[in-house]
């Protein structure tokens, strides 16, 4: 099964130390165990843009957006046997500890929300 990690800045987290937190290890052995699909990190929220549609009138908006203490900096997509493999590996993502990740079972299209 496929697991969606959305990787987090968190202010309140712990400090990004450079000589310790490898995210390239942590892709490294993730692409050894043959579990990483993909991955990568996120321009910051002043470069995005926001797309809504609203009573047939397309709305587009250049970040930066309302500010917030979450910031997606980045994501991974995981093919794990389980929730709990998933759970941890992403537990050794550098970013669990100076940052957050949501890790989210992926749901095809086709699938009950059972299945």
Known sequence: MQYFLTIVEDADAEPYVEGEDNMMDWAKEADERGIHVQGNRLRRVEDATLVRRRGGELLVTDGPFAEG???????????????????????????????????????????????
Do not use: Q
């Not at 900096?73 to 389980?82: E, Q, R, S, V």
């Open 69 to 115: 203490k979450e910031l997606i900096a980045g994501y991974d997509i995981l093919d794990c046997d389980t929730l709990e493999e998933a759970l941890e590996f992403a537990s050794r993502h550098p970013m669990a500890r100076f940052g957050r990740i949501e890790v989210r079972a992926v749901w095809p299209f086709g699938e009950n929300e059972s299945d």
